[in-house]
């Protein structure tokens, strides 16, 4: 009788575990879920979540026809910022961009009144009227660059055209995608990376490229500029 009891017991331990393990399982999978969901950083219709770099409020950036829109004849312009930080993730937005302007979407930038702009510390890929901007001389300063590191693989479409884009930013590899169409791959640190920032005008710069975690960018760079379905994901 003893040793039936016992079994029993055990029995009803060993279910009681399992469906502890089960339920512990079940939150990691919605939590893992929960870190892969796709958030927008930008509504559509307003500039919620987004400041003026070291200042308060959107300054010359506006929201037209669902789009973040820079207007260059504002007195406050400056660098479009998020309000938070991120690290690891993959960002995907859309941009358009007027004959012969020039901008770009910047990221792992460090936001402090020692660093000026948001190109000391954050790393650029550049958006531009490859056709009519004034810098379009070299190849790694081409839209869809890493600029002044690395050229894009492909062209994006012309000026006034939307440019479909996916940056991802995992544990410093730094992958670009432009039009469906992968344009940069390359890892801070690597001996490639190493060699791209020695040949570049940040080899110098302390600060460029030191914050995996850090702020998104959306430059001014005094042209007429279009950022929409801006949205991110966290890795």
Not at 108 to 121: I, K, Q, R
Not at 138 to 162: F, T
Not at 205 to 218: E, M, R, V
Request: glycine share 8%; with cysteine.
């Amino acid at each position: 009788m003893h040793l039936l009891l016992s079994n029993t017991t055990n029995e009803k331990l060993i279910i009681n575990m399992k469906k502890i393990l089960l339920s512990i399982l079940a939150t990691a999978a919605v939590s893992c879920s929960l870190m892969a969901q796709t958030t927008k950083l930008f509504d559509g219709k307003t500039t919620t979540g987004w400041h003026s770099y070291l200042k308060t409020g959107p300054g010359a950036w506006k929201v037209v026809d669902g789009a973040l829109q820079l207007d260059p004849k504002a007195a406050d312009g400056a660098d479009l910022v998020t309000d938070n930080e991120y690290e690891n993730y993959e960002l995907s937005l859309e941009w358009k961009i007027e004959a012969g302007g020039n901008s770009g979407i910047i990221f792992g930038v460090h936001e402090d009144p020692s660093f000026g702009a948001t190109y000391l510390t954050g790393i650029e890929m550049q958006v531009l009227d490859d056709k009519g901007a004034e810098d379009n001389k070299k190849a790694n300063h081409l839209a869809g660059s890493l600029y002044d590191l690395k050229a894009p693989s492909a062209a994006a479409k012309p000026a006034g055209e939307w440019n479909k884009i996916k940056l991802r930013y995992d544990h410093g590899q730094i992958t670009f995608w432009m039009n469906g169409i992968k344009t940069v791959d390359v890892k801070i640190g690597s001996p490639e990376w190493q060699e791209l920032l020695n040949n570049s005008k940040f080899k110098t710069w302390k600060s460029f490229a030191t914050y995996p975690k850090g702020h998104i960018a959306l430059q001014d760079h005094g042209a007429v500029v279009c950022f929409k379905n801006i949205t991110i994901k966290q890795l």
